[in-house]
C-alpha cells in the first residue's frame, strides 16, 4: 500500500538559472521608500544587476544597470526630471530606458537602450517583472481591496535556497506543527489552482495568532498572501522572495490590516512578531540544507504537487545579455 503512494523523484527536473533562466514572476526589488524622486539605486537581481530610479513624475523605473556606450554602472548616474544621465560620457536614457541624448552628435544607435523591465509599485515595495509583459497581475489580497489596507514591510536576510524552496512550506503540512507549532484538524482539501495561482483555506491553531482562518494565495512560485482572520482581527501577511547574486534569495514581508480597523499599527506589531517567529523557526533549515527531495512519502503528497509546478513554470532570462 505504502508503496502505491510512494512518489517517484527522477522525474522532477528544475529550471537551472544559467540555462532556462528565471521563473517568470513579479519580483520586489526593492522599498519604495529607498528611491525617493530624483534618485537611482543600483540593486542585484537575478544573476546581474539593475537600476531601480525614479524621476520628478513620481513614477518608479527598472532598467537593467550598465550604460550601453562603454558598460558604466548607471547607479553611479543622476536622475534630472525624468531621465537618467550616465556619469562617464553624460548619454541620456528616458523612462523607455531609450537613449533619448548623446551630448556629442545627434544621431541616437539603435541598440542604445536599456532593458525596461515592467514595473510597478505596491505595499511600499517596487516591483520588476522577469519578461517583456508581465504574465499575470500584480499581487494583491484577494479578499481585501488593496486601497483599504495600511501596511508596513521589512527586508530579511538572503538565503542560500531558490524562491520556489521557501515558498514550498506553503504547501508542506507536516512542518506547520513540528517547526511552528500550529495544529490543523485536517489538512486543506480543495485548492484552486490556475495557471498563475494557487488558493486555497485553512483553519490552524496557532501559538501566536490562536485559532484563526487563514485564506492563502499564491502568486507565481515566489509570493504568498496570506489573510488571517482571528475573531474580530484581520491580519495580513505578505511574503515575497526576489533571487539576487546568482545562487541567493532575498525576500521581503508586508504586514497589514484594514486602515479602518481599531489601532491598525497594534495590530501590525503583532503581525510583525508572528511572521519573524515564523522565519526565526524555518532559517536555521533554509540557510543550511541541501535542497533535493530524494524521498518523498504518501505525506507529501501537496509538498510535491508544488514541486513538480515549480519544475514546469514558465522561466526565461530576457534581460540576461544587459544586466550580467
Ligand atoms: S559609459 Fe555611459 S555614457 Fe559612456
Ligand atoms: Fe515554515
Not at 39 to 49: N, P, S, T
Not at 298 to 314: I, V
Request: aromatic fraction near 10%; glycine fraction near 6%; include cysteine.
Amino acid at each position: 500500500m505504502a508503496l502505491e503512494t510512494e512518489q517517484q523523484p527522477t522525474a522532477i527536473r528544475f529550471p537551472d538559472p544559467a540555462v532556462d533562466g528565471y521563473h517568470q514572476c513579479w519580483y520586489a526589488v526593492a522599498m519604495s521608500d529607498e528611491v525617493p524622486s530624483g534618485r537611482v539605486l543600483g540593486k542585484e537581481f537575478l544573476d546581474g544587476r539593475i537600476v531601480v530610479w525614479r524621476g520628478d513624475d513620481g513614477v518608479a523605473r527598472v532598467h537593467s544597470a550598465y550604460c550601453r556606450h562603454m558598460g558604466a554602472d548607471l547607479a553611479l548616474g543622476e536622475v534630472d526630471g525624468c531621465v537618467l544621465r550616465c556619469e562617464f560620457h553624460h548619454w541620456e536614457y528616458g523612462a523607455d530606458g531609450r537613449c533619448a541624448k548623446i551630448p556629442v552628435q545627434d544621431h541616437i544607435p539603435e541598440r542604445a537602450r536599456l532593458f525596461s523591465f515592467p514595473t510597478q509599485e505596491r505595499f511600499g515595495l517596487i516591483w520588476a517583472f522577469n519578461g517583456e509583459a508581465p504574465l499575470y497581475d500584480l499581487p494583491a489580497f484577494p479578499t481585501t481591496a488593496t486601497e483599504d489596507i495600511v501596511s508596513r514591510v521589512f527586508q530579511i536576510e538572503p538565503l542560500p535556497v531558490p524562491p520556489y524552496v521557501i515558498l514550498s512550506n506553503t504547501h508542506d503540512f507536516q512542518h506547520v506543527a513540528i517547526m511552528h507549532g500550529a495544529t490543523m484538524e485536517h489538512e486543506p482539501q480543495h485548492f484552486d489552482v490556475q495557471e498563475h495561482t494557487i488558493e486555497f483555506e485553512n483553519e490552524v491553531h496557532d501559538p501566536t495568532l490562536g485559532t484563526t482562518q487563514q485564506h492563502f494565495k499564491i502568486f507565481g512560485t515566489n509570493t504568498l498572501t496570506l489573510a488571517n482572520q482571528t475573531g474580530p482581527m484581520l491580519l495580513l501577511s505578505l511574503f515575497t522572495a526576489t533571487p539576487i547574486n546568482n545562487a541567493a534569495t532575498t525576500g521581503y514581508t508586508v504586514t497589514g490590516t484594514l486602515a479602518a480597523a481599531p489601532d491598525p499599527q497594534r495590530i501590525i506589531d503583532h503581525g510583525e512578531h508572528f511572521a519573524r517567529t515564523i522565519m526565526e523557526d524555518d532559517n536555521p533549515v533554509l540557510m543550511t540544507m541541501r535542497f533535493r527531495p530524494d524521498t518523498p512519502i504518501a505525506a507529501d503528497r501537496a509538498l510535491m504537487r508544488w514541486f513538480r509546478r515549480a519544475a514546469e513554470y514558465p522561466a526565461a532570462h530576457p534581460s540576461r545579455e544587459l544586466i550580467t
